[in-house]
């Protein structure tokens, strides 16, 4: 093909626009006080505190904590119903909130940020720094009858890209949709989620690596404990324990005190009851295969990099206003533009078919398909959410971010997370 200068040109344009949308907007979160809100409409938002008002009233969740940030400036932030059912504990917005898979970005950007000091590819096979995972198997047989199974080389290693954007083929235990892989990874003894034992992620990650996978890497798209897996590689290559690597290189540069993996005695205080509604009365979820208690209690020694940390609306917003920022918050540089602009990049090509999102390096991405549907952000708006009902979006082109804090499991009939992001969009002027 003849590159023309023309051509260079559209390129070179396309990519200062991406890099652009992630330029600096604000240096650090602030309240709006009584100025008028910048860029969105305050009967709107308005609406939405109705509607979070109603969701509660109707008995769809027992309380949450909402938030929206317009231009780097707070301009809602509201924290409705209660904490704690039982006891009658008011919810406040400094409240802590499990937010389980919301910790699969804060440790892709932690990747990422030893990817920028040069202590690894991304297309390195994982089996170079844990030797665990050479030689990868693929599940083609099962018996249920005494679990055994039989298994065939894979095409490929697993690389770190794989296990960043859930192509590598390893599942997720307890909630893995497949069967037989929950089967094979319960008698394993993989620990998926919260736990008060003394277990250790090397331990878990090395048994891990030894189990079949779904399906050669990078074939298919599989929700998994691949960014477990990353929280192993964190200390491996940064020789720090992954815990410490958070808060001494993310969470203390940005302010977020109350973000980790486990709780003081006064941030226990804060943390929100995990309900469910029995006979449509809320009361505290009871011990299954995690244990509520998690973030307070226990051995305190298990640093899940897929669904470990607590936080609260405030900090998790810090850290996608840092993004937004183009990787700066608080004066601090976290990550380069150019890096974010690889990590907000489709991935996956169209192994997620055309449902409206991509998957990038850390988050999923609204596509054009996504934009047509409506009600879900700009291009390029990125997301996730958390087992125990939090979400958070965050949109680069007008640089809003939605987070919306709830503890429940099991059917409730709230409405509230698809409205909420319809809503806040449909509030930017």
Not at 13 to 32: K, R, V, Y
Request: proline share 5%; net charge negative.
């Amino acid at each position: 093909m003849k590159i023309t200068i023309p051509f260079l040109s559209g390129l070179l344009i396309s990519g200062l626009i991406s890099i652009h949308a992630f330029s600096q907007t604000a240096n650090e979160l602030t309240p709006i006080g009584n100025q008028d809100l910048p860029g969105i409409s305050e009967e709107r938002i308005d609406r939405i505190d109705q509607m979070l008002e109603e969701t509660l009233s109707k008995n769809q969740v027992p309380g949450l904590v909402a938030m929206i940030v317009k231009d780097g400036k707070i301009v809602y932030h509201e924290a409705k119903g209660l904490a704690d059912v039982p006891s009658k504990t008011p919810m406040s917005k400094d409240q802590i909130f499990r937010i389980a898979s919301q910790s699969k970005a804060i440790t892709s950007t932690a990747i990422m940020m030893l990817w920028e000091e040069g202590k690894f590819g991304l297309d390195d096979p994982i089996s170079r720094y844990i030797p665990e995972f050479a030689d990868p198997q693929v599940l083609t047989r099962f018996s249920y009858g005494d679990t055994t199974y039989s298994s065939r080389p894979a095409s490929r290693e697993i690389r770190i890209r794989d296990l960043l954007t859930h192509t590598s083929g390893l599942g997720y235990g307890v909630i893995d949709g497949n069967e037989q892989m929950r089967m094979i990874y319960h008698k394993a003894g993989i620990v998926d989620l919260f736990t008060t034992e003394p277990v250790k992620i090397s331990d878990n990650i090395k048994k891990l690596a030894k189990l079949p996978l779904h399906h050669d890497p990078g074939t298919k798209y599989t929700y998994s404990e691949g960014l477990d897996v990353m929280g192993y590689l964190i200390e491996i290559v940064s020789g720090m324990p992954f815990d410490q690597f958070l808060k001494t290189r993310i969470f203390d540069p940005l302010g977020m005190d109350d973000t980790g993996f486990y709780l003081n005695e006064a941030q226990g205080k804060r943390l929100v009851t995990v309900h469910r509604k029995v006979n449509g009365e809320w009361e505290s979820y009871p011990v299954t295969f995690y244990d509520p208690d998690y973030p307070k209690t226990g051995a305190k020694t298990f640093f899940s990099g897929g669904a470990g940390l607590s936080s609260t609306a405030l900090d998790y917003a810090k850290f996608l206003q840092m993004y937004l920022n183009g990787g700066t918050y608080n004066g601090v540089r976290i990550l380069s533009p150019t890096t974010i602009q690889t990590i907000m990049s489709n991935q996956v090509g169209d192994l997620l078919g055309d449902g409206g999102k991509d998957y990038g390096l850390a988050f999923g991405l609204v596509d054009q398909n996504g934009v047509a549907k409506g009600g879900i952000g700009s291009l390029g708006t990125f997301d996730w959410g958390g087992y125990f009902n939090t979400q958070y979006f965050a949109d680069p082109v007008t640089k809003t971010i939605g987070i919306l804090m709830k503890q429940t499991q099991g059917g409730t009939g709230d409405q509230s997370s698809w409205k909420f992001r319809q809503m806040v969009f449909s509030a930017i002027e």
